[in-house]
């Protein structure tokens, strides 16, 4: 589903702008709407946006409008809220203060791992990501991917097999 509305923003609102979509979450902002939380690449001259989507239906057809932009250069920090606990939470420091809630935790995740990946590929700035399990974050970890919560799975996974092979060890 998510890949079909990807497809769907990028035909209808941003290849007619020159740009790429890159990523994008569901976000909870009213009980009425749905709202995203999108990143693209312009085209012409690489700059990073960020922007926030509303999606709405007029009859059989699905629209899209751009309710507020943002650049990734101007992006201070993303904080995550708490890292040891498994919340949606996070907050986007711009001159102002963004307080969002995604869809799951994974989905937060995603976001800033692709906001870190695009800050090094266009922009080498120092972007703070705080309140977030680095090891989640950064592409060179053994535990980064895009597949969210199966990655948490496989790492509990790894764990519990771990404690097993040492419970079943004889103790001298």
């Not at 922007?51 to 709405?56: E, I, L, P």
Request: some cysteine; hydrophobic content about 40%; charged content about 30%.
């Amino acid at each position: 589903m998510s890949s079909l509305v990807k497809e769907d923003l990028q035909k209808k609102l941003f290849q007619p702008l020159g740009q790429s979509l890159r990523k994008f979450i569901e976000i909870e902002c009213s009980a009425h709407d749905r709202f995203y939380l999108c990143v693209s690449v312009s085209r012409k001259e690489p700059q990073v946006e960020i922007s926030m989507v509303k999606h709405f239906r007029i009859d059989l057809d699905e629209k899209y409008e751009m309710a507020e932009k943002w650049f990734l250069k101007d992006l201070e920090m993303i904080d995550g809220k708490e890292a040891d606990t498994d919340n949606p939470y996070f907050d986007m420091h711009f001159e102002k203060v963004y307080s969002w809630e995604a869809y799951s935790c994974a989905s937060k995740y995603a976001f800033a791992r692709t906001l870190n990946k695009l800050n090094y590929m266009y922009l080498k700035k120092d972007l703070k990501i705080v309140n977030f399990d680095i090891t989640y974050i950064h592409d060179d970890s053994l535990w980064s991917s895009n597949n969210g919560d199966c990655l948490v799975l496989m790492k509990i996974c790894f764990y519990a097999s771990n404690l097993l092979c040492l419970s079943l060890c004889p103790m001298p």
